[in-house]
C-alpha cells in the first residue's frame, strides 16, 4: 500500500509574518530530503488568527518512506520556527503515469 502525506505550514514566527512558501518549500527538500512534491500557498488558521501557509502534498510513499518524514516533523519545525506542524498521512489514490511513446502517439490522418 502507497500513503499520501500533506503537511501544512503556517507563515508565522512568533505571530508575525515571516516565512514564504518558497522558503518552506527549500528548507522541506533539504531537511526531508524529497525530490517530488507540489507546494500551494493557502490560508490556515492557528490559534484563532487566520495566518498566510504553504500546503505540501507529498504522493505516493511506502509506509517507511511516510513514517520517515513524520518521526522529522519536530525538528523541521524547530527550524522554521514554528509551535506545530500539521501532518496528515492517508492511503494513496494517486497514480504516476507514464507519457506514451513516440510509437503510441503516432496518429492516423
Known amino acids: 500500500m502507497k500513503y499520501d502525506v500533506v503537511l501544512t505550514i503556517g507563515h508565522n ?14 528548507r522541506v527538500t533539504m531537511r526531508l530530503q524529497i525530490q517530488g512534491f507540489t507546494a500551494t500557498p493557502c490560508l ?14 507529498i504522493n505516493a510513499l511506502d ?20 509551535m506545530q506542524i ?3 498521512m492517508k ?7 507514464d507519457k506514451a511513446s513516440d510509437a503510441q502517439t503516432v496518429r492516423s490522418a
Do not use: H
Request: hydrophobic share 35%; net charge negative.
Open 13 to 26: 514566527v512568533n505571530g508575525k509574518p515571516t516565512l514564504t512558501t518558497r522558503y518552506i518549500t527549500k
Open 44 to 57: 490556515g488558521m492557528w490559534e484563532g488568527e487566520a495566518e498566510e501557509s504553504t500546503r505540501l502534498e
Open 63 to 82: 509506509k517507511t518512506e511516510a513514517d520517515d518524514i513524520r518521526a522529522q516533523i519536530p525538528e523541521l519545525a524547530k527550524a522554521l520556527g514554528q
Open 86 to 88: 500539521m501532518f496528515e
Open 91 to 97: 492511503p494513496s489514490r494517486v497514480e504516476f503515469i
